[in-house]
């Protein structure tokens, strides 16, 4: 499967963004889809998962009440609602497919990467 982020861009704090990720390829409705951030001088890191038919959704700590991930399968294309964002969220965001019927937060389930979406939360 191939994926394509977009949505990325300046946001200020307590600001809201939307990403999405587009999908091609392959059948969408077979992958669980995850949402991951490197910011700069750090590794890359969880953010979001979702099932392969949207019913269970899993995020991190640092993300939990203000990230909201979905999907739409008719669209292949899965979200990532960003609300109350922090300067702290500033990372280049990727969205991932995962084969693997558990929906976790290992990175290594995880084979087909999209390129990236660079977030960036500054006044």
């Known amino acids: 499967v191939q994926l394509q982020a977009s949505g990325g861009g300046l946001a200020q704090p307590g600001g809201s963004l939307r990403l999405s990720c587009a999908a091609s390829g392959s059948t969408f409705s077979n992958y669980v889809m995850g949402w991951f951030r490197q910011a700069p001088g750090k590794e890359r890191e969880f953010v979001a998962v979702?099932?392969?038919?949207?019913?269970?959704?899993a995020y991190a700590d640092s993300v939990k009440g203000r990230f909201t991930i979905s999907r739409d399968n008719a669209k292949n294309t899965v979200y990532l609602q960003m609300n109350s964002l922090k300067p702290e969220d500033t990372a280049v965001y990727y969205c991932?497919?995962?084969?693997?019927?558990?929906?976790?937060?290992?990175?290594?389930?995880?084979?087909?990467w999209g390129q990236g979406t660079e977030v960036t939360v500054s006044s």
């Open positions: 979702i099932s392969r038919r949207g019913v269970t959704t």
């Open positions: 991932a497919a995962s084969l693997s019927a558990t929906v976790s937060s290992s990175q290594t389930l995880f084979r087909s």
